[in-house]
């Protein structure tokens, strides 16, 4: 491989490069864009709206705990309220009212009635808790001091954990308090109601981040510590949310809120992996959506390069091909004005043997009446080569005067042209071409058909070059015998004369057909057709002010139609 071969090789690989680079990079840039901002969209909305969810459950699960807590405080003030120290102070009444009080919440455990020194005077309920003193007792004190308490989960003397609701009551000097002990598995229930997802649970820390409920994974026990949760937000009705990991390195998306009137934190959580359970389809939708239409886009892109690369070599091609043609062109037309230039060299010597002829010939004349009737005979064979030699140097000049004639290119003299005339006059001069190949001419020329204005030689070039065309197109097809040329012409309008060629030869293909009045188009072989014949003929028609269209099918024929203005 030589050096000029390898560097153009080293070319086309480069112009590769940055074809098929620009190809990827033009689309990527817009589709990468446009999946990452509506992934961001997508991702930022679905967390928002994650977030705004779980606080809305968080803030509706406090509201009925605070008011499930509430209630059940009203339903001792009720009895409080109802009844004195002494009423509730008899087995039987504290039964009643217990079973009365069952009934309006299930959640009551048991019922106790405490003197001021915190004996426990009267119960009703499973345990023997009677008799018992609870002065010391951290919610008794706190009973005693703010006139009713919700305690915390503790075990107390039965050693179970459990809570209690107790509320304080003073008539005349007697001051009392009345405690109610709440089902922990209750309200463990009430709690964990919360079901959002497949890890969605809830559950209550007191301020120390003692586990009040248990928690729905069931992975530890009320009054566990929490050793997992340590960012407590600050008191307030307000809902905090956060991201935080466990043990197990799990991420969890927390919503907590502080009960109203309980110093008890509500805990909602949820598995970051299935709260944003759709967002991970979203990302790998999207993923898969960037690889497919990645693969897509790198597909079409050397798909297409190849095809720019093949175009660019056809192009070259065809420049190499045209710029053959033009070389050939311009051979032709110094052949031409070579050809020219002979001519007019050899008319001078034509001349000089013309006149010498006629000297000879008036010689003879001058000296016939003075030679004997024996050489009479040689006498007129001498007149007859002189005719000869007349008639040649007669043919030798029109043929000079013709290559003259041709080469005096741009003379041109417009005239008014009448159809009738001048085309059968063309006609005639392919006459014999066409007997010979088989071909039959129709002529059909209107009578009423207007004049028109133009060049006769050059219009004379125009319709030889459609006739010879036509003529190769039914010779390709039909050999010697069997084609038909045909030639109208007619007044298509006010305006308008139309002269039309018909043969019914190979016809065009419709892929051909729009190039074949480009210069150097030509289907022909090398060093038969030029492909400038139907380009110089279209500019010709166009100088006359008129139009040259043609109609064909493949396999059946072809129509050059020329519209002409027509001179009234
Ligand atoms: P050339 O005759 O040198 O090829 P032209 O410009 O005269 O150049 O014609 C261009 C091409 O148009 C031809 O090569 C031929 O393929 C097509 N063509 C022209 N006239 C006809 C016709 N009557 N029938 C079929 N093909 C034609």
């Given at each position: 491989m030589n050096k000029k071969n390898q560097k153009h090789e080293q070319r086309g690989e480069q112009v590769k490069h940055s074809i098929l680079t620009n190809m990827i990079i033009v689309p990527f840039v817009p589709f990468i864009l446009a999946i990452g901002v509506s992934f961001y969209y997508f991702t930022t909305a679905l967390e928002s709206n994650t977030t705004s969810s779980l606080k809305r459950i968080v803030g509706d699960h406090r509201d009925m705990i605070e008011s499930f807590l509430m209630e059940r405080k009203s339903d001792l003030d009720l009895i409080t309220n109802t009844f004195n120290f002494e009423q509730i102070n008899q087995k039987e009444s504290i039964n009643i009212i217990f079973e009365n009080l069952k009934?309006?919440?299930?959640?009551?455990?048991?019922?106790?009635?405490?003197d001021s020194n915190g004996v426990h005077v009267r119960y009703s309920g499973k345990y023997e808790l009677q008799g018992k003193k609870y002065t010391q007792e951290l919610w008794f004190k706190e009973v005693m001091q703010n006139g009713s308490h919700v305690s915390d989960i503790f075990l107390g003397y039965r050693n179970i954990p459990h809570f209690v609701i107790a509320v304080r009551q003073s008539s005349g000097k007697k001051t009392w308090v009345l405690r109610a002990t709440i089902d922990t598995l209750f309200f463990d229930r009430m709690i964990s109601k919360v079901r959002i997802g497949r890890t969605g649970e809830s559950y209550i820390l007191n301020k120390?981040?003692?586990?009040?409920?248990?928690?729905?994974?069931?992975?530890?026990?009320?009054?566990?510590?929490?050793?997992?949760?340590?960012?407590?937000?600050?008191?307030?009705?307000?809902?905090?949310?956060?991201?935080?990991?466990?043990?197990?390195?799990?991420?969890?998306?927390?919503?907590?809120?502080?009960?109203?009137?309980?110093?008890?934190l509500l805990v909602v959580r949820q598995e970051?992996?299935?709260?944003?359970?759709?967002?991970?389809?979203?990302?790998?939708?999207?993923?898969?959506?960037?690889?497919?239409?990645?693969?897509?886009?790198i597909v079409m892109a050397v798909y297409m390069t190849e095809r720019i690369l093949k175009r660019i070599e056809q192009l070259g091609q065809e420049k190499e091909n045209?710029?053959?043609?033009?070389?050939?062109?311009?051979?032709?037309?110094?052949?031409?004005?070579?050809?020219?230039?002979?001519?007019?060299?050899?008319?001078?010597?034509?001349?000089?043997?013309?006149?010498?002829?006629?000297?000879?010939?008036t010689l003879l004349e001058d000296i016939s009446g003075n030679i004997d009737a024996g050489k009479n005979e040689d006498m007129k064979e001498i007149e007859e080569s002189l005719d000869q030699i007349k008639l040649q140097v007669n043919r030798c000049s029109q043929i000079t005067h013709a290559i003259l004639k041709f080469g005096r290119k741009n003379e041109t003299k417009q005239q008014v042209l009448s159809p009738c005339h001048i085309i059968p006059e063309i006609i005639h001069m392919i006459e014999k071409k066409a007997n010979v190949n088989g071909i039959e001419i129709a002529i059909n020329l209107s009578e009423n058909c207007a004049d028109f204005m133009g060049d006769p030689s050059q219009f004379q070039q125009v319709l030889l070059n459609l006739f010879n065309n036509a003529m190769d197109a039914i010779a390709e097809r039909h050999g010697s015998s069997g084609g038909m040329l045909k030639i109208e012409s007619c007044k298509e309008n006010e305006n308008f004369i139309a002269i039309k060629i018909t043969d019914n030869g190979t016809g065009i293909s419709p892929g051909n057909?729009?190039?074949?009045?480009?210069?150097?188009?030509?289907?022909?072989?090398?060093?038969k057709g030029t492909g400038l014949g139907l380009s110089v003929c279209y500019g010709i028609i166009k100088s006359f002010g008129g139009t040259m269209a043609v109609k064909s099918e493949p396999g059946v024929g072809t129509t050059f139609i020329i519209r002409l203005p027509a001179v009234n």
């Open positions: 009934k309006r919440s299930g959640a009551f455990v048991d019922l106790g009635l405490f120390a981040g003692i586990f009040q409920t248990q928690r729905r994974s069931g992975d530890i026990r009320v009054m566990d510590k929490d050793l997992e949760y340590s960012g407590f937000p600050p008191t307030g009705d307000s809902i905090h949310t956060f991201i935080a990991a466990d043990d197990a390195k799990n991420k969890y998306l927390y919503a907590t809120t502080w009960l109203k009137n309980k110093e008890w970051k992996k299935d709260a944003y359970k759709s967002l991970y389809s979203a990302l790998y939708i999207s993923l898969i959506i960037m690889i497919i239409g990645g693969a897509v886009i045209l710029g053959n043609q033009l070389i050939r062109a311009a051979q032709l037309a110094e052949i031409g004005e070579m050809a020219a230039g002979f001519a007019h060299e050899i008319n001078n010597p034509l001349q000089i043997i013309k006149n010498e002829q006629a000297l000879i010939e057909i729009k190039k074949i009045f480009s210069p150097f188009f030509t289907t022909k072989p090398v060093g």
